[in-house]
């Protein structure tokens, strides 16, 4: 009985540390973990699909400064981070940001109703998402680098580079600062 009783507590253990230690999509660091990818690397050329299937290019945002967030509504990390996103948005819109939060792994019909009725608390108003929303597959990850857990976002540069790579929840001063510098 106590030897059960051990090698259950150690399973135990081992799965709430493993759960501490990955992401939504099975082991990437929950932290804000960055990356830079090689010398400022051109952002790949794809083409997302908004909700209402239209098609929408990452180069139709050359001339902002974007943060493409591959994100789930399934996924508790994403949807933690998402009142930081909102309010960025919201402050640094004007200014020539956009946000553009990639549905990944996910069905369209939920994440139409996520954005259309789920509010958040930023600074003290419920608010719905204010950004663009559109669909992610495996092919636009892929051309990214392949997600290595969800969250993950990048940051591009108003000429089409990727100036950072941002695995696992954000760090609400660290985005700011590098918005902040694009901009």
Not at 9 to 32: D, I, T, Y
Not at 66 to 77: A, H, I, K, R, Y
Not at 103 to 129: P, R, Y
Request: aromatic share 8%.
């Amino acid at each position: 009985m106590n030897r059960v009783v051990r090698t259950l507590s150690a399973a135990v253990l081992f799965s709430v540390v493993m759960l501490g230690v990955s992401g939504c999509k099975g082991g990437a660091p929950s932290g804000g973990a960055t990356g830079k990818p090689a010398a400022l690397a051109d952002a790949p050329d794809v083409t997302f699909k908004d909700l209402q299937g239209k098609d929408v290019t990452l180069s139709s945002f050359k001339g902002k400064v974007v943060l493409v967030n591959f994100w789930g509504t399934w996924c508790e990390p994403c949807r933690g981070e998402i009142p930081i996103l909102i309010a960025m948005q919201q402050k640094y819109g004007p200014q020539g940001f956009t946000l553009l939060g990639a549905a990944t792994n996910d069905e369209e019909k939920n994440v139409d109703s996520f954005i259309h009725t789920t509010q958040f608390n930023v600074g003290g108003q419920e608010m719905l998402m204010n950004y663009p929303i559109v669909m992610g597959s495996d092919d636009i990850s892929t051309k990214f680098g392949g997600l290595l857990g969800m969250p993950t976002s990048y940051l591009i540069t108003r000429d089409g580079k990727i100036a950072k790579r941002y695995i696992g929840s954000l760090n609400e001063n660290q985005i700011v600062k590098d918005v902040e510098g694009q901009l």
